[in-house]
């Protein structure tokens, strides 16, 4: 499900979108604790300006990439250690987790 995860520091746009927006996070959950995003971003090239100005987004709305950030032996351990044996994810008792 998350092989294709983009890396921190990638900027994207979204479709609909004016504004470039660099990925700072992944795999988490708005203040709400309602629902699973697959990333969270900034505006480019402004960077993190406050957390009104954070956007939670999944990869079926990005309409673009423009770059994709740093890889190394991290993340790639990250990915395939940790995101490949996600599965699908739910929140329960306010933690993000894997579906039983």
Do not use: W
């Amino acid at each position: 499900m998350y092989e294709n995860l983009l890396p921190i520091g990638s900027v994207v746009l979204l479709k609909g979108g004016k504004a470039k927006l660099m990925i700072t996070g992944r795999i988490l959950s708005d203040e709400n604790m309602k629902e699973i995003y697959d990333y969270v971003g900034v505006v480019y090239p402004l960077g993190n300006t406050g957390e009104e100005n954070q956007y939670f987004f999944n990869r079926d709305a990005i309409e673009r990439v423009y770059f994709i950030g740093y890889q190394d032996e991290d993340e790639i351990r990250f990915k395939n250690e940790v995101l490949a044996t996600l599965g699908e994810l739910e929140i329960k008792d306010g933690q993000i987790v894997a579906k039983e």
